[in-house]
DNA sequence: CAGTGGTCTAGACCACGAA
DNA sequence: TCGTGGTCTAGACCACTGG
């Protein structure tokens, strides 16, 4: 009754000796002869099982030298993006988006479409969104009708990207921005800058202010995410 | 002159027609057969390529369906864990924490160690923290001094965990916080908290509330960490 | 030098699940 | 049913690098 590959029960193994502190940081682990001695199995098999946890960050791997237990000095999770449609519709609350203008700017990296707007739950501002549009690399968001469209939704279904940059701070409502939200000046918001490129060229750059206490990113670092067992 | 492998080769050839929208999601890739074809190796060969990108989250596959390229509706990114002392030495400032006050306290999961203190940079606060740590998981840290030793590096350092989970937020700063920070009340603050186990075991659970602007998350999802290269 | 991991092969059997 | 991916084998050669 072999439910669970083998490769996973070696990793899974080795994972748990790590997490419970038996294997301690930079201790060295048996080499792949020796496991595939203990485990009965073929040289493969082993080496998916190491790599893995390597990928994953758990193990460090050097020719000749062995395998290590990775210092976990510094941590890493993984965070999930913002839907707010899916969310809100888990809590029973309505989504709406609102734009507030529109217009294109011309900067040094060509056209850039600018729309600012609001997010709406239950009708009620709860966010507030800046963000810019790189036209060239974007050209059919000419053609959109961002009034109801929440671009953010659009641009993640139509436009492929590679890469992205995330980052997360606090501030104090500001002018406008407090207006929009119908809070007082130098109330406390979370905001989230989103950068993404495709190849290098920008695509996408926003800046989002939540109203403190409407949104909370979440992030788990669990025995499940430390290697991909599966989707 | 092979430099870069052939798993490697066929990867970034997949991932890029990816990136690039030539593959958009949903569609539906050769199968590990007719890749063999092409580009003329074995089967495991094309197989490591694939998993990797499957475990990335850019394919889905599916016995007997094929090999799908993923929605990418949900996004996700990793975001590393603040590490006061590392972060503040890359800008030339000096970090310092102070304790503000240790006690013990009885809870329903048994007798939890408090400790409220203050990280600072260049000798000014910064950060106010929150902890309590699990004496029945952590029994050593009864003998640490914390007076000076920030436990959560401590902690890091010494206790392996399995899970972790954090959530962001922003809060305005209330009673004994803002005199700590040196700010009036209700001024913005970037929140953490952060709670870890082990085996089920809560260890640590700590909330860390920054002074706006004084700190930033940034999170990367690039070409680089969609599948995992190597360490 | 020699042990280690990194890669690759040419097969094999099986589980799954869409047709 | 039968094509697909999931897993595994028993080898092989090579690159690297520590002793």
Redesign the pocket.
Known sequence: M????????IRTDIRERILSGALAPGAR??????LMAQ??????????A??TL?DGGLLV???????FVADRGTESMVMDIPDFAADLALSDRVYGYRLIARKIREGPDGSMLHLEGLHLSDGRPFAHEDRHINVAAVPEAGDVDFTETPPGTWLLRHIPWSEAEHRIGATGAIGDVAAYLGVAEGAACLTLERQTWRGGESITKVRQTFLAGTYELVGRFGADTADRP?A
Do not use: D, I, Q, W
Not at 2 to 9: D, K, S, Y
């Open positions: 072999n439910a669970v590959p083998l490769h996973e029960r682990l048996p080499s792949e002869a020796e485990y009965g199995c073929a040289r493969m098999t082993v080496n998916k190491l790599s390597r791997r050097r020719r000749r030298a062995g395998t599966n």
